[in-house]
């Protein structure tokens, strides 16, 4: 119920992607004896939700969140930067993985920059992701896996864009519009991290979870939400100022933020002697 409530309060312009992660979890949690991992990948441009979701999840499994011992955070540019120690890094991956969830079979793994990932290292984490009962002594079963990537972005921005100039309600595109599309073009893009890897392969990802570009109204209740959390009374004249700021696509029509609501916080900087 936290989940719903957090996902619906904060989380704005992804119907489907609350919808899908909040029914996936939910039937996770509730199952005594999950045959597999839970593991999501979740698609889109930058500043359209993704790390957010991830973290309202984490919190809502582990209380500490990202802060949690049994949550990891894995950034391709960070902990996996070279690509001549991809021996190195998947054992390094292996051993981190057995270690954390022999000792809390909740472990969540998050891996941020997904599209920056060196082809095949995630493969490493097949084994872990499989309908085994145990690998080596330890169940990962109870374990939940998160990918995240802006590979794909661009499938999404052009199903959205379709949707709206046939006339549709954005809130009418369903998975089933996008899922397919998105696991192909992820499994056939080389800089998606997923390229021709066998978790897709072996359907051992449980969702492609899309985020959809975001338009001026789920910018502007970005600005709002921000505004709130620093304790400032909502003013609709900054509100709008921020808004123009932004810059949106294609450019006739100016319909979808570029940048999501990532460049939401700095713009607000700018207005806060008002």
Not at 72 to 78: K, P, Q
Not at 111 to 128: N, Q, S, T, V, Y
Not at 246 to 268: H, N, R
Request: hydrophobic share 40%.
């Amino acid at each position: 119920a936290a989940l719903k409530v957090q996902l619906n309060a904060k989380l704005f312009g992804q119907h489907l992607a609350k919808d899908v992660v909040l029914k996936a979890v939910m039937g996770f949690i509730n199952n005594p004896s999950p045959k597999k991992p839970l593991t999501l990948s979740l698609h889109g441009w930058a500043g359209t939700g993704k790390n957010f979701l991830s973290q309202i999840l984490a919190e809502n499994v582990h209380r500490a969140g990202l802060r949690s011992k049994f949550v990891h955070l894995f950034l391709a540019t960070l902990h996996f930067p070279h690509h001549d120690q991809l021996k190195l890094y998947k054992e390094q991956l292996q051993n981190w993985i057995r270690g954390n969830v022999s000792a809390c079979p909740h472990s969540v793994f998050i891996f941020d920059e997904m599209d920056k990932m060196h082809p095949g290292l995630i493969d490493a984490i097949k084994p872990f992701l499989d309908y085994y009962e145990h690998v080596d002594g330890v169940s990962y079963r109870q374990a939940i896996f998160i990918f995240l990537s802006n590979a794909g972005g661009d499938l999404i921005n052009k199903a959205a864009l379709d949707f709206w100039t046939s006339g549709k309600l954005r809130e009418e595109i369903q998975l089933k519009d996008l899922e397919p599309m998105l696991s192909v073009g992820v499994f056939n893009n080389k800089n998606s991290g997923l390229w021709h890897s066998s978790l897709i392969d072996r359907n051992l990802i449980d969702y492609f979870v899309p985020f959809l570009p975001l338009e001026h109204k789920h910018v502007k209740m970005c600005i709002r939400a921000e505004m709130r959390a620093r304790g400032y009374a909502v003013d609709e004249k900054i509100v709008q100022a921020v808004a123009d700021e932004m810059t949106f696509f294609p450019k006739e029509q100016k319909i979808y933020s570029d940048k999501g609501c990532k460049t939401v916080q700095a713009k607000l900087d700018i207005h806060e002697d008002v």
